[in-house]
């Protein structure tokens, strides 16, 4: 385990900025399409014809709401990571009390967290639906 720790840990912060990147390729345009002004760099007739609307003023909303949603899936994804690392730590304790406890102790703090990124979540969303009127 010693020799492949690195490559796993190197793997694993590798998929993460992946995702991340991918988020925000994903969410950014629409946000970018959505203010009043042509910030798609003269492409405002392709963003009308593709669907997007253009003449919105909330574009700070979803700017926030779509920097929120990244950050939170990017707790997300430690939370799996966590519970992975906490997971396998106690499957293979082989009677080791301390290590049981330490892999234990990780995943209920783990579920905390959790729990938490689920509260800020659902808290984030009321803010900003009532800051959009959509609520």
């Known amino acids: 385990m010693t020799t492949r720790s690195p490559w796993i840990i190197i793997t694993l912060i590798g998929i993460t900025l992946f995702g991340t990147i991918t988020l925000f390729a994903v969410t950014m345009p629409s946000v970018h399409a959505d203010s009043g002004k042509d910030t798609l760099f003269g492409l405002k007739p392709a963003a009308d014809a593709a669907g997007y609307k253009t003449g919105s003023s909330n574009a700070l909303p979803l700017f926030v709401k779509a920097l929120i ?44 967290g959790l729990a938490l990124i689920l509260a800020s979540y659902g808290i984030a969303k009321f803010v900003i639906d009532k800051l959009q009127g959509s609520g």
């Open 69 to 112: 949603n990244a950050f939170l899936s990017i707790l997300g994804i430690i939370f799996i990571i966590l519970m992975l690392y906490g997971g396998t730590m106690w499957m293979t304790a082989r009677g080791n009390a301390e290590q049981i406890t330490k892999g234990f102790d990780t995943l209920i703090y783990a579920a905390i």
